[in-house]
Every structure is written in C-alpha cells, then in structure tokens.
C-alpha cells in the first residue's frame, strides 16, 4: 500500500482507486453479509493505518471533490448493493427453511414408518395367527357315513337307520390325477390366473382390491387368491374385517409353504360351493350333467367355472343365461392365456349346455330332529375341543368320517314331545277353555328339554311349536336364552339355604318388603299383595318374592351365583358385561333372587339344574351322547356320567316335599297339572313368570323323568289370554304321552319318591315354625265371623332332617276373648256380652315396622305386647297397639279394612273400671283346659321374662 502512495503516476487515479476501494467493500458486505458496517454508518470512529492517513490528508486538500465521491457511493449502496443484500438474504433464509422443513418431514417419515412397522409387527403378533392347520385331514372317503346309535331299554344298541349321516354336504372327493386339465385351467383363468407362480397371495390384485376399497381407480376385481379362497371356504372366516383379510393373507403364504399348488388346487376343486347343495366339481359333474369328470366337455368345464363368483346368480339350472354370460368370459380368458385354441374357443363360445336336471343324483336336505340338530353342535363342538379340529374339519369329520356315535335319545320320548309341539291348536296347549294362541297370526314358540335325572342323558328335545322343516336352524331349547323367573328360585337359592341351615321344611317367615329403592319398598309380589306371617312352604307355593331375597341377602349374591355356575354347571349367566356404556353383573339380588338375569338361561340348563333335586342331590352335566367311536369301533371319546354332589340327599327331599306341594295344593301355581291325578305319580315342579309375561316357565319332575319348558314370543311380545300357564300345560300333555306309552308297552315305573334315611315329619306352626298347640288351630287369620267357623289353621306338616324338627311349642298365638258383635277384642276394662265372645289367637309380632305404609294381609291379626299402664287409642280404625308407634312408624295394616279386628272393643271399654286378677292371672284368662301342664309353665315363663310387658286378655 506505502508503495503505491508514494508513486505519483498512480495520484491522479487516487480517486478510480477510492471508488474501487468502495466497491470492493460493498462486494464483502454482500458476499458476508453478517460483516460490521462501514464507520460513517456506524458513527464509530476507525483506526487508521499509514496510507489511510495519506489519503485522508489529500481529500482534505480537495474537499468538494470527496463530496461527489460520497454522494456516488450512497447511490451505489441505495439502488444497487442493497437491494441485492436484501435478495439475497430472502433466498438464503428461505433455502435454509426449505432445507429444515425437507430435514423435519424426512425424519418424521422415517419415525413414522419405523412406528408403523413396529406396531404391524406388534399387532400381527398379537392378534393374527398366521398358521393354519385346518387343510390336515381334508379328505375324507365319502362312502364312510356316520351311524347314530340309542340304547333301548334293555342295554341294547339300535341303529337310527333314518339318521344315518351320510353328508348334510352332497360332497364326492376327487384326486388331483381326477380332475381334467381344462377344468383346472378353466377355474385358474377365471379365478386366479397368476395362480401357478405367486407365494399364495398376488400382489397386483391385492393392491388393485385396496384401491377398489378406498376409492374407484380399482378394476372392480377381488384380490383373493384360489388359496385364499380355499382357507376361507374352509375355515368358514368371512368377516369384512382387516384383521380377518391380514390374517388370510399370511395364512395364505403358510399354506403355500406346506402344501404343492396341485394339492391347493385339489383341495380347492373339492371343497368349492357349486349351488345345488353340491360341494365340490365331481359332486357338481354328475348333479348337473350326470357324468364323471373325465367325461366333460369344455363348455361344460368352463360352465361350473362361472358358478363359484356367485352359486345362485350363476346356477346353470336355476339362471341359464346368466351362467352362459359367464362361462364366455372364462373361455374368452381361457384362450388370452393360451389356455385354448382359437378353434376350441369358436366351438365353445355361446355353446349350449345339456343338462341332467332330471337325475336322481339331485340331493335334497334331510329335516332332522331337534335332538338331532343339538347332537351335530355337540359333537362337532367335542371334536373341535378334543383334537383342536375347526369347525369345517370336525364337521367333515362327522358327515363323512364313518363316525359311530351312541346317543342318549329315547325314540318314545322325542316322538311324544314332537306330536304334542306339533300340534299348535288347543288340544294340547290348554287344559281346559278356548283362548287365541296367536298375535297377527304368529302363534307363540316354545321349548322343552326332558332328561333322565340318574345319569344326565337328555332323552328329548324340541326347539319350536309347529312343524319343523328347517335343519341346523334356530334350536329355542339349546340356544335361546329367556329369563325363567321363579323357576330359579329351587336352584339358586331355597335348596342351598335348607343345605346350610337357613331354613328347614317348617320354617316360618314373614312375607313383608324389607329393602328402599327409589324411596319405595322392594321386592313386590305378583298379584301385588303381601301375606304377612307364613311357612316356607307357602312362600314357595304362591311364588313370593320377598322370602327369596331375604334369603339371597342371608346367603349373599356371591354364593348363590357360584353355586348355580360351578356347582349346577349354569352357564348364561354373567359375571360382569358392559352393556351400553352400563356394567350389568347377575352377582346381584335381582338375579338370583327372581330369575332377572343380564341375558336369561337355556331351558337346557334349567332342566340341568332341576336333576339335582330328582336325583338326591347329585348333578351332572347334561350329554346328548355317551361314546364316539371311529370306524374300527375305537372309541374317540366318551362321556362319563360325571356326578358331582351339590348337596346333600335330605336336603334335596325336603325340597322335592315342598315343590310336591306346588302342583298338588288346590291354591298353588302348580295346580293345572293332571298328570299326578291320572297316573298316581307324585310331581315336584315350579313355575315361573316374568312381570310382564313375555316368558313363562314350567319346570318339573317325577321320579323317573325331569323335564322344563319355555313359552313365549321369538320378538318378545307379551303373553296374553292364556287362561292357563301355558308351559305347565305343554309339559303335563307331554309328560302323559310319556306314561302312556309306558303303560301300554307294560314298562314299570317308579310312582313315589325315595325318601332317604334321616328325614322326620313333623307338624308344625306355620307362624312360629315351632310345635303346634290348641292355640295354632284357633288363628284369627283363618275364623269366618259370618259363619262363626274356622276355614283353616296354622298347622302343617313338613319333612325335617333329623336333629333339625321343631322342639319347643308354639309362642306366638296368643289367646285373646273377641266380641263377635263389635269385631274387637275384648281387654279389661271392656264390659262385653258373655254371648258375643269367642275364643281367638293373635299373632304376638313385636318386631315388624316400617318407615312408609305397607298393606300386609295379617296385619289385622297381629298381636304386640304393651307396657303396663298403656293408654289404649280412642277411635275403632287402629289396631290396639297403636299408640306404641311414632307419628311417621307404622305396622303394615290390612288394606280396606276400616275396623281391624286387632283393635280393642271401644264400644264397650270403660279405662275406669278396676283390672280383674293379678298379672300372671290375666295371662292365663280364657286358657284352653286341654293344654298340658308343661303348656302352662312355658306360658308363666315366657311372661316373667317378659318384664314390664304382658298379654293381654
């Protein structure tokens, strides 16, 4: 640089060589443009070298020309340098966010495909199973029908020629060395020409269906390959879910692993639905052409390859036109692959078919039995357990695996349920009266299932009313579940409490409501009454429902539900489901309690449960067969009678000596049966209802047969009209035909129950549960005033396991004196006419009170006992004890009773008159002369620990 200064030549050019020097530095400030400004911008002074000073001496010496310098290098800055600074600085900022938003989204592409990839793995692993083993065992000779055997009542096995399976599937096996290659190559070009060379699944047409699902763009083409197509008619998987495709797309490259194409296609040609009820291409040669396959023409290959996209719409027989469409096409696509000359293709094309439609080849399905219907579920669902068969596999297993299976069928039993279900006009339905048996001409279904109770067999079912002229349709006995009300009760809850000690046969409860929901007392009883102070017997004789939750709540919801599931082998009733957002549990009261379950139960399963109680206790699973064996005779599986004891053998007669009393008591709900009348047999059954009648159930038992049946509407209508429970009805005719039969073939029977060791009978006081005295027969509750009579007493007689009866006499009747006249009774202090007085006990209840009003219907004939010096009520519509009771307690009165006749004889009651006799004295006022001594002590006991209380006479 000092150079230069000091050279004259170049002074002249001092001021080229400024602008030059300007220049360059606004060439740096544009190329960094993060440089630090010029100083006469910044307005900091600079530090000056030698030269700079020289120069900066010589401008001063010429200062207007400086001036014009500086005046051209702001206008070079101004239009020129900055704008481009500017450009410059956009371009270089929006590069650079350009190269961070490509970075972000490149990154987030790839997390987002590793995360795609691990949660594919993930749920592949989770919830796909890509082997499938349903092709082992594919073939199965034909020819090998499967026998059904039952076991007559000499031990001998008799063939049921007529139900012989021979095939519900018309299905005849061909070998691939069978099938002609045309035919082959027909389904090949049609259905997956890429057949010969993808891995089980083709791509392209997979993509091609994923654009088909997503939007239009697609050929309209399926992506299923003729290997899918086989585990999918195989596995009878068909759900329009991604799982369920996923899941055959992987199986479908296992399958191609394990077996040859031509093993694929062999299996595929047989297994294929062909319309016509025909399973498979040779099936489907001789239904329609009456020929063996290498008899086929091309025209006639090509045909049954059009049928598969569509059996019906495609039928040759049932749509010609349709099918002549198609089978163009195969041929069209048969000679694109070279599969066909063209002059075979000019022979074929529009070609007509000759077909065999008069054949006797043409297979018409079997209508089997009910029993039938549910011995098919059961063994294909056994085989499926036993030997991890699917359900395609087990059912070629049974249909045409040359299977001997020995059934627990009684030909007599299903015949007589089949004629009286049959039968849908009044002769069977109702005892006696004419009623309608339809709602806009749908008559009302119904089920029942009979069962041997000794071994578990079921010896009868019938799924529906009327003719029966489907199969494998709807069974209402096996897998409909309805609610069965009380008919529960006996199982979940009154022979579980009498096994443990709640109750015994003589029991006495009170019928009242005891809980509040919605500020309402619950349960009710239907008809909506409340009887007050009864025996068991009697509670479950009229159904009530307040006794069966009292005793749910004693016994807790818990062990009732898991006695009626792993003990009675329930299995309808649900722990816990979500139902609508709602979590509902049959682990409650209600269900239990009153048979509301979430869902309901079989009919199967309740007559399951009712072998219990005709079989001394025991249970076991109920079985439609006892062996399957193979074609050697070798036995495959076998059911064993499996019993479990549920309770005890006494337990279970007292229970049966209290059902008994359900049909046989002229009040009861029982009492249409007529079989007990007609035969002699002894009946234990029980009824059950629903509130609104759209289910009713009859569920009951003689010493040889249990049997339950179910009545109502498939779409749940309620029943009405019925002058009489229609189940019990169908049962009893059922159960007549039965005995009949019996009696005509000179078969004997049991006509009693055995009654096991350690039961006692005892008569009993219904009100105490105790021993009865003079006083129980004497109950007010049972006294006709306008007859001056007593229509009943307290006593029965109940059954008792021993050491369990009744010791101690009768405390709760408490003799009283009651004037006729005034229907009152008659205290001291009363000045009644000797004439008018009777004799009458009271029932002593010192405990029952409610918050709300309860009508209760003897709560007229209660008794309370009273402190001394009690103050009588003054008006003739309280019972005398009223005045013991808070403003909002009250007592349970009899409804539309506007004088009790618990109250005291106003009419006649004088408070100052004197008490006659002495505390102990008026106790025993009016005492019956024929009660012992010992009577007498434990009424002067039970009145000395009574304290300041007393009864009054």
């Known amino acids: 640089m000092n150079g230069f200064n000091n050279n004259k030549g170049f002074e002249d050019d001092k001021g080229s060589l400024e602008s030059l020097s300007e220049i360059k530095t606004e060439q740096e400030v544009l190329i960094s443009p993060q440089s630090e400004p010029d100083s006469e911008e910044s307005g900091q002074p600079e530090q000056l070298n030698a030269s700079e000073q020289t120069e900066q001496t010589v401008n001063a010496e010429n200062p207007p020309k400086k001036k014009k310098k500086k005046k051209k290098g702001k206008y070079a800055k101004m239009f020129v340098a900055y704008p481009l600074q500017t450009t410059l600085f956009i371009l270089y900022k929006g590069l650079t966010y350009l190269l961070n938003a490509l970075l972000t989204i490149s990154l987030v592409g790839i997390i987002t495909g590793i995360a795609v990839c691990v949660a594919f793995v993930v749920y592949v692993k989770n919830y796909i199973d890509p082997s499938f083993d349903g092709l082992n065992n594919l073939q199965f000779d034909s020819s090998l029908a499967t026998s059904i055997y039952y076991v007559d009542k000499e031990g001998n096995e008799v063939e049921l020629v007529d139900d012989k399976l021979s095939g519900s599937e018309n299905r005849l096996w061909a070998t691939y060395d069978e099938l002609p290659q045309k035919l082959i190559d027909a389904y090949v070009a049609i259905e997956d020409k890429r057949f010969w060379d993808h891995p089980g699944i083709d791509y392209r047409r997979t993509a091609n269906a994923f654009l088909n699902f997503f939007s239009s763009t697609g050929d309209g083409s399926g992506g299923s390959t003729i290997t899918q197509q086989l585990i999918k008619n195989v596995s009878g998987e068909d759900d329009v879910t991604i799982q369920r495709k996923m899941q055959e797309i992987l199986r479908a490259i296992t399958v191609t692993k394990q077996f040859s194409k031509q093993q694929i296609i062999e299996m595929y040609l047989n297994t294929i639905f062909l319309s016509q009820n025909s399973y498979g291409v040779k099936t489907a040669a001789e239904t329609y052409f009456g020929k063996e396959l290498d008899e086929l023409t091309l025209v006639e290959c090509a045909a049954l390859a059009s049928i598969p996209k569509s059996p019906t719409k495609y039928d040759p027989i049932r749509n010609p036109q349709h099918n002549l469409a198609r089978r163009n096409l195969v041929l069209e696509e048969m000679l694109d692959q070279g599969k066909i000359t063209q002059a075979e293709f000019d022979e074929a094309y529009n070609a007509q078919l000759e077909l065999n439609t008069d054949s006797s080849l043409n297979y018409e399905e079997k209508v089997r039995s009910y029993f039938m219907d549910a011995l098919i579920d059961e063994v294909i669902a056994d085989l499926k357990a036993e030997f991890g068969y699917d359900s395609a596999t087990a059912s070629r297993v049974l249909y045409s695996g040359g299977l001997q299976i020995i059934t627990t069928l009684d030909p007599d039993v299903q015949e007589a349920m089949e004629t009286v279900f049959e039968d849908t006009s009044n002769k069977y339905l109702y005892v006696y009266g004419d009623t309608v048996d339809n709602v806009k001409g749908v008559i009302a279904q119904a089920a029942m299932v009979v069962m041997d109770p000794d071994t578990g067999n079921i010896l009868g079912i019938v799924g529906g009313r009327g003719e029966k002229n489907t199969s494998r349709g709807l069974n209402r006995a096996t897998q409909s579940v309805r609610q069965c009300g009380s008919s529960i009760k006996p199982l979940s ?3 579980l409490a009498i096994d443990k000690g709640l109750v015994t046969g003589g029991s006495a409860v009170d019928d009242v409501p005891t809980m509040r929901i919605s500020e309402k007392y619950w349960p009710t009883n239907t008809p909506n009454k409340f009887y007050g102070h009864v025996s068991l017997n009697f509670a479950v004789m009229k159904s009530l429902n307040t006794v069966p939750v009292q005793l749910v709540n004693e016994l807790t919801p818990r062990v009732c539900f898991d006695f009626l599931t792993d003990t009675l082998g329930f299995h309808s009733p649900v722990e816990s489901v979500k139902v609508g957002g709602q979590t509902h549990s049959d682990v409650n009261i209600a269900p ?34 006892t062996e399957i064996r193979d074609r050697q005779g070798n036995i495959l599986i076998a059911k064993d009678e499996n019993h479990r004891v549920a309770v005890s053998e006494q337990s279970a007669y007292i229970m049966t000596s209290v059902l008994q009393n359900v049909v046989a008591n002229p009040t009861a709900t029982g009492r249409r049966v007529t079989l007990d009348d007609e035969f002699k047999i002894e009946v234990a059954g029980k009824t059950g209802s629903t509130n609104d009648n759209r289910d009713i159930y009859f569920a009951a038992y003689t010493p040889e047969y249990v049997g339950a049946v179910w ?120 000045v009644c006419s000797e004439a008018d007085l009777i004799e009458l006990s009271f029932r002593r209840d010192n405990e029952r009170k409610f918050d709300a009003y309860v009508s209760i219907a003897d709560g007229q004939y209660l008794y309370k006992d009273i402190p001394l010096g009690y103050e009588f009520p003054t008006v003739a519509n309280v019972p005398f004890f009223n005045n013991l009771y808070s403003e909002k307690t009250y007592f349970g009165i009899s409804s539309s009773v506007s004088k009790p006749w618990n109250r005291i004889c106003i009419e006649h009651y004088s408070p100052n008159l004197p008490e006659t006799g002495t505390e102990d004295e008026s106790s025993n006022v009016g005492e019956d002369n024929s009660v012992d001594s010992s009577e007498s002590a434990d009424a002067g006991e039970e009145s000395e620990a009574s304290g300041d209380e007393r009864p009054l006479t």
């Open 493 to 495: 809850l009154y022979t």
């Open 592 to 625: 239990m309690a009153l048979g509301a379950f979430t869902y309901g139960v079989t009919v199967k399963e309740v007559t399951q449960g009712y072998c219990m109680l005709a079989n001394g206790g025991k249970t076991s699973d109920a079985r439609l067969y």
């Open 711 to 830: 009545f109502g509407y498939d779409n749940n209508k309620s029943l009405s009209g019925y002058s009489v429970n229609p189940a019990l009805s169908l049962w009893d005719n059922v159960f007549k035909m039965i005995y009949q039969d019996l009696e005509d073939k000179g078969v004997e029977y049991e006509k009693q129950f055995s009654e096991p060791a350690g039961i006692v009978e005892v008569e009993y006081c219904t009100v105490s549960g105790k021993l009865a005295t003079a006083d129980c027969y004497k109950d007010a509750y049972y006294y006709d005033a306008n007859k001056n009579t007593f229509t009943g007493n307290c006593v029965e007689k109940g059954a008792f396991v021993v050491g369990t009866q009744p010791t101690q006499k009768c405390d709760c009747h408490v003799k009283v004196l009651w004037d006729k006249s005034t229907r009152a009774i008659c205290f001291d202090g009363c």
